[in-house]
Structure formats: C-alpha cells, structure tokens
C-alpha cells in the first residue's frame, strides 16, 4: 500500500527520536519523547548541578579554600592546570543566577534558532572563556583578576539577542530590545566599577565579554545589528562626502577665477570691455553662473 505524506512525516519524527539532527538552521540537537531538546535548554540544565556542587562546597568547606577552583594566572603558573576547566563550574547559587538563567532560555533560543546550535554552542564557548582571557591580559599588566562562573557569557547571550533582533519590544513597558540591552550594559559597568571586590579590572572583564558577542557575530556575517547605530554611521559617511564634495567645488571655482577670470578682468582694466572677444565674454557669463 502506497504511504501517505502524513506516515513519511510520523516515521521521520520517530527516526529522529533515536538519534541527533546535522546542524544548522533551527533544528534542536536532538528529541525526547517527541519534544525538541535545544542545546540552549541543555546549558540551561547543566546549571543545576554546578549550582547544587558549589552550594555543597560552600556549605562544608570543601575544598578549604574554594579560591582553587577559580581562574587565577598565578596559581595556573605555579602548576594548578585544572582551573581553566574548573572555574566555569563554580555557580553560587542566588537569586540572580534564576533571573538570569531565565533571560538566558528566553533569548538564546532565538539566537540560536538564528545561528543554528553548533555555531551557537560555539558561541557560547567563546562567551565563556573570555573573562579568562580577559584575565590573562590583566595578568599582562601586572594585576591579577580571578574569574569564574558563566554569568557574563549568560548577559552576553541577550546582548547578541538585542544585536540580532534590536527593535523587538520587551517588557511591559513596550521598550525596544536595544535600550534594554543598552541600559544593562551601562548598569552592569556601573556596578563592577562600583564593587571594591571588582573595580575597573571587573568592567573591563564584563566588556570584554560584550565586545566577544558583537565580534563573533560580526564575523559569522550576521547582517542584524544595531540599525540606529548604522544609519548613523551612514548619515555621518554622507555628510563626509557632502563636505568634500563642497571642499572640491570651492578649490574648482577658486581655480577657475584664478586662472581665467583674473586675467580677463586685468584685461578690462586695461584696455575697457570693448577689448573683450566673445570667448572672453563667454568665461566671464560662466563665471557669473558658478558665483550664484
């Protein structure tokens, strides 16, 4: 018996219940039950025993000094290699990390409905470990900054949302995505300059991270953006090219008097405009029209 379309379509869902998508496009990494599992919901989960692991640590005091889990230059100089794999686990837990976690699956579905989840799993890496080089440079310069847990690559991700989507209407409040994200930005650099745990080293950490977004998007050719941002860069190109266009007209008309017209009126002074021939009394009727 002839298969409809509608047993292509049950038979493809429950092949894709046994095993992961290709990448790309909007396609979540693989299917529970029938539902979509997208990695965005994954990170999400992986959350929760991280969280539950350093509230355990927290709690009882093991390690002694929790100080060895994060990212810190010296200790990784003097032979401690785990912590570039050890310091994005520590997650305290706290009711901000819930807020943000829920802006995080919020916002990274769509970004990575946008990407596609292997770009998108890229992305996140490069979120993650920026504070860490961040550090390094700090490190550079003499200072040293420890860095740990995903809580700038988690802002970061509403960051690229805002980038891909800025006009979308958040809240309530009827407030384009852009200004949301703008103004978090501008409160986030605020309070990591204001807490003495952080200071400037801390907000050049968290810009960092924000500058790590913008860029890889950029470089994956992602034509969203900004649109105020680019039509005033674009005004600002036009009104360049207008004033060099003015500058050009002014140096031709200069140019014309000077080496045209001058010597016809020399000419007049001379000998009166009877002495004029008509390509003479052409230059100056030209001369007359560019002076308007």
Known sequence: MERTKFDVFAHGVQHARMQFFVPGGQEPVTWWRGKP??????????HVPAMILTSVMMGTGWPANIGRIVFSVPDLLRGEWWRPFTFLFLIPPSFWLVIGLVFFWQFGRAVE?????RKFFGLYLVLCFTPAVASLFCAAIGRNFP??????????????????YPEANMFLLNVAAKWVAIGFVAVGVLAEIASPASGLLGAF???????ACYLFLKFQGIRGGFSWFNRWKEEREEARYEKIQKKRLLESKEHFISDQVDPILDKIAREGMQSLTEEEKGILARAKDKLR
Not at 147 to 164: D, E, H, P, R, Y
């Open 37 to 46: 599992i997208h990695l965005t919901t994954v990170i999400v989960l992986l």
């Open 113 to 117: 409905g946008v990407l596609g989840w």
């Open 147 to 164: 860095v740990s847990g995903t809580m700038n690559a988690n802002f970061a991700v509403f960051v690229a949302f805002a980038i891909l």
């Open 205 to 211: 950490v968290f810009l960092s991270t924000i500058a």
